[in-house]
């Protein structure tokens, strides 16, 4: 019989930290994620021998990328896993490491994402190149951009509006890649990427890392650690896509599917939500993906977004971090950075971007469309 989190015993974030996203540089990825690591233990207040587990996620650094960082922290014999999963990585991470402690094979769990970019080679299938003409994903979202504005009769402004709200989140972020207020003009007449899509409204990749520490009730007691900044997940669900109907949206569709089963182990409802921090490579996802979670039906998220009900102190705070448009997306750090977010936010510990009354906050990554994590926390 299978289990979900919520049936396994308790598991709380206690420790959050973050070397900033930033531009590329001559920094070290090593220096980047002992930053976060030593971020995060002083935050849950603990040494790094009671990490009992660690669990690293990149996206672009090759083979066994946690030996040379972790070995500065000192060699205790603990287990180190490494995990890929493209942009998801982190959540993938973040989601192994809480089942470990729910389980109880451990009581104190690290998840650390980091990453530089490098070149990026696809994999060699072994039997040819199917689509030498392949889309690359900013033209299949300039696409998609076009598509939401026809059907749901939305201008070109509208739905840059989403990077508007970011970029002003992400200017109160001080881990954030982009840290700069934009207007709609500024935003509209940034370079162009490929359709309507400025780069403004579009990701940067740059470097970075994020991590978070994960523990049972057992652990919290006998480390000493502070209970009232935990943090309880109360769901966490991965799925990979399946065959979709004509016209479903695969990433819009495999979103769905995934929050609602996380929604449903944590026993709420989309109404219920405070804070989101989801995965907005491009301006429309955010539009797609708030409507798949069930915010609002299909079609009425630039009514949410004009009415300042996804803003900071709105109805539910979308992005509060900058999202990835804003705060960026160094791939490996970047789900475990969503889940740090969503624990300031649910601490009251945000700052000038705090949402005021948050209790529960859901973190959502898709994976090149081909996986979806969801994770739902609560205060």
């Not at 007691?221 to 769901?235: E, F, N, Q, S, V």
């Not at 705090?354 to 969801?374: D, T």
């Amino acid at each position: 019989m299978t289990r979900s989190l919520n049936e396994l015993r308790p598991v709380y974030v206690v420790g959050i930290g973050w070397h900033r996203y930033q531009n590329p540089s001559e920094t070290p990825y090593v220096e980047l994620g002992l930053t976060a690591i030593r971020a995060a233990l002083a935050d849950a207040r603990i040494e790094w021998p009671a990490v009992e587990s660690t669990y690293v996620a990149t996206a672009l650094l090759g083979m066994a990328s946690g030996r040379p960082m972790l070995r500065h922290l000192g060699a205790t014999g603990a287990p180190l896993m490494h995990v890929e999963n493209a942009s998801a990585s982190g959540s993938t991470a973040f989601r192994h490491a809480c089942i470990e402690v729910a389980s109880g094979i451990s009581d104190v769990a690290l998840a650390v994402g980091v990453d530089k970019r490098n070149p990026v080679r696809r994999p060699d299938t072994g039997i040819g190149n199917l689509a030498e003409d392949a889309i690359v994903p900013f033209t299949h979202f300039a696409l998609l951009t076009n598509e939401y504005a026809v059907r749901h009769n939305a201008s070109t402004e509208d739905i840059a509006m989403v990077a508007v709200k970011n970029h002003r989140n992400g200017a109160k972020n001080p881990n954030a890649q982009r840290q700069q207020e934009r207007t709609l003009d500024e935003v509209l007449g940034g370079k162009r990427v490929s359709g309507s899509l400025t780069s403004l409204q579009c990701t940067p990749i740059g470097e970075g890392a994020a991590a978070v520490i994960v523990a049972s009730e057992d652990g919290i007691r006998r480390l000493g650690i502070d209970a009232g900044r935990a943090i309880r997940t109360t769901a966490s669900v991965g799925r990979s896509e399946r065959v979709y109907p004509p016209g479903a949206g695969f990433d819009a569709a495999l979103t769905k599917e995934t929050a609602d089963l996380a929604l449903a182990q944590a026993k709420l409802t989309p109404k219920d939500l405070d804070i989101i921090e989801l995965h907005d490579a491009f301006t429309v996802e955010e539009l797609h993906y708030i409507e798949s979670i069930g915010l609002c039906p299909e079609g009425h998220g630039v009514r949410m977004l004009k009415d300042g009900a996804l803003d900071i102190g709105g109805q539910c705070a979308i992005n509060p971090s900058g999202g990835l448009i804003a705060m960026g997306h160094p791939i490996g750090p970047t789900g475990i950075g969503q889940i740090g977010e969503i624990v300031m936010q649910l601490r009251g510990e945000a700052g000038a971007r705090q949402h005021g009354g948050a209790r529960i906050g859901l973190a959502h990554m898709v994976g090149v469309g081909a996986v979806c994590y969801v994770h739902i926390l609560q205060r």
